[in-house]
């Protein structure tokens, strides 16, 4: 589990191909190796990778196909810089959401625009997961947590502080770039809750008829 508050940034140094999917090697001169152990987790562009092998300054893991199809892992060249973010603690200060590193695809940077000393980036989302993004929600996007400030349709808009434009790599971002996303996992939680077996079955998301037989609508 992690908070979305960045920790330290790293670099792609190394990709191998591993029985058809892959390790990386990460490297970071700012990450805090001095508790890390086999088998931890670390969040990597949002990504939770469990580490296989480690030194003072690097590690690797290996990667799903199934992460590497629904991230953009597969694409990140080598020398690419990424958002890294070790699991937390049970005395960890919860200052983001929770967010569980399992990410749930991509969406695409559609508009960039200077709104003071901030900037707001506008986000093209897959129709399957815009509506899990509320406004003034929780999203999570490559691997920092942010607040939804305008949601239509398929698209989002997120301001972007000063502060997390120097502690991340979201201000080395352009216009057409693919970043990772997770949606907050307590909407896909209430989504199944709500949802009687038969649609469970058809994931067909929540509908008025859902909510009639889970008794928020009266007729």
Request: charged share 20%; net charge negative.
């Amino acid at each position: 589990m992690f908070t979305g508050l960045v920790e330290a940034d790293g670099v792609i140094e190394q990709r191998q191909s591993r029985g058809g999917d892959a390790r990386l090697r990460i490297r970071s001169s700012t990450l805090d190796f001095a508790d890390v152990k086999l088998g931890d987790s670390i969040a990597t562009n949002g990504v939770c990778l469990t580490v296989v092998e480690f030194g003072t300054d690097y590690f690797s893991a290996d990667v799903s196909n199934e992460t590497l199809a629904l991230s953009t892992l597969a694409n990140l060249a080598i020398g690419t810089r990424v958002n890294l973010e070790k699991a937390m603690l049970p005395t960890t200060r919860f200052g983001g959401h929770m967010v569980s590193g399992h990410v749930d695809g991509t969406a695409k940077i559609i508009e960039i625009n200077r709104d003071g000393r901030a900037w707001d980036y506008h986000l093209s989302l897959p129709m399957e997961l815009a509506r899990y993004v509320a406004h003034k929600g929780s999203i999570c996007v490559d691997g920092v947590s942010l607040t939804v400030n305008d949601v239509s349709e398929q698209q989002c808009r997120l301001t972007i502080v000063p502060h997390t434009a120097e502690k991340t790599q979201i201000a080395n971002y352009q216009v057409g770039d693919l970043v990772n996303i997770e949606v907050d996992m307590i909407a896909r939680y209430l989504e199944r809750l709500l949802l009687s077996p038969k649609e469970q079955n058809r994931s067909s998301g929540v509908t008025l008829d859902s909510l009639r037989h889970a008794g928020f609508i009266k007729n």
